[in-house]
């Protein structure tokens, strides 16, 4: 009975230590594979990435570039710009730049490096960021959207990007029978508390029977207070409005922001039946909006929008709504555009993990011109100085 015990005890010592040798025969693996698997990531992962990663990115950054983004015509005839020649010259700053950190660059320095050569496509819609930042900001639901290229809520006007504050303050002024409201952007932490303000400040001032928006050097791109705060309160009706934006590539947007404001949307390859420049031969998708928008309140007034050359993005969109609608009269200088392109496609770069957002086609004029290139023509034409407002009311009263 002793020997069978002892011989007992031995093997349980025997499969302690064999047990002992599996697990840091298991954990050895472990280091080995995860140690190959770091450093084969992509350099999202890593604190510093490589200047091949670099290039690699941008080459497909310019890919991108070239086979979506429609705008290149745009920078070449009026800035007298071919970005896409000038790359050999944007690769040798690259590699000048990484060659003064060793050949490899922090995440950060790769996103000022190539932020501030797409500065040369004189877009501000045109940007990159890392896709952490990206997650934060966009606050959605499913961030692996990113990831299958969906186009996105903007981020520029969230709370992670934007100071906290209670309420947008707008610059009021009153005249005789008109009520005048300077409106400078559209950034707000919190658009429905920023349309109860507006709105306050149209039902105190009642009497009037003028009211004058100026969105003058608004350029803004918030589609959400664009509607909401903007256009609802002051519609003397419903509203329903159709317009086209024209696509190089087939369109993969998401209907978030678009579903909860009320526009739905279809992409046709057929644009035979659409008034476009002969100029656009590179269209060959055309996605059509339509837009439903229900008052909020009884509006009697007659509302004027001022512009600018300055006027672009969501801003521009107010006005280009207001045209089409008659909802109010545009007045002043034609606006920028790239109010009608209201959504954008944020693409990942395989290499660094980087994201690029770029507008997604162009929208186009009523007339078929580009709104990116046209702009939004205002109704009324008046100069843009600090007499504007006398002006306008001398010619309306």
Do not use: W
């Amino acid at each position: 009975m002793k020997t069978s015990h002892n011989r007992a005890n031995k093997q349980r010592k025997r499969n302690k230590i064999a047990n002992k040798i599996f697990l840091l025969v298991l954990l050895l693996i472990f280091c080995f594979f995860g140690y190959k698997y770091i450093n084969s990531r992509p350099a999202e992962y890593s604190q510093m990435i490589p200047k091949k990663y670099i290039l690699r990115d941008f080459d497909e950054l310019c890919n991108q570039i070239e086979s979506s983004y429609m705008n290149l015509p745009q920078t070449k005839k009026y800035k007298d710009i071919d970005f896409l020649s000038l790359k050999p010259n944007f690769k040798s700053k690259i590699k000048l730049e990484s060659g003064k950190k060793k050949d490899e660059m922090s995440t950060q320095e790769v996103v000022d490096l190539y932020n501030g050569i797409l500065k040369k496509l004189y877009d501000s819609n045109v940007r990159i960021a890392d896709k952490h930042t990206f997650s934060e900001i966009l606050q959605q639901d499913n961030h692996n959207q990113i990831l299958n290229n969906l186009s996105m809520k903007r981020y520029s006007n969230l709370t992670e990007e934007i100071p906290e504050k209670t309420f947008r303050a707008y610059s009021i002024d009153n005249y005789k029978d008109a009520l005048y409201v300077k409106v400078s952007d559209f950034d707000s932490v919190n658009i429905q508390q920023d349309a109860q303000i507006f709105s306050s400040i149209l039902k105190t001032n009642k009497k009037k029977n003028k009211i004058i928006i100026d969105l003058r050097d608004n350029d803004s791109d918030n589609l959400d207070y664009a509607i909401n705060v903007i256009i609802k309160p002051l519609l003397k009706s419903d509203i329903n409005v159709e317009f086209n934006v024209a696509n190089k590539t087939q369109p993969i947007i998401s209907k978030n922001i678009l579903d909860r404001n009320g526009i739905s949307f279809k992409t046709t390859e057929n644009v035979a039946n659409i008034k476009i420049n002969d100029n656009q031969k590179s269209i060959k998708y055309i996605t059509n909006f339509k837009l439903a928008i229900k008052k909020s309140e009884e509006q009697k007034c007659d509302v004027y929008l001022l512009q600018n050359k300055n006027t672009r993005n969501s801003a521009d969109f107010v006005c280009q709504i207001a045209n089409r609608t008659k909802f109010a009269t545009t007045v002043g200088e034609t606006t920028s555009g790239n109010g009608l392109n209201i959504v954008h496609t944020y693409k990942s770069l395989p290499n660094t993990g980087l994201i690029v957002e770029y507008p997604l086609g162009q929208g186009l004029n009523e007339d078929g011109t580009t709104n990116e290139e046209v702009g939004t023509i205002p109704a009324i034409k008046l100069d843009d100085n600090s007499e504007i407002v006398k002006l306008l009311l001398s010619r309306i009263n």
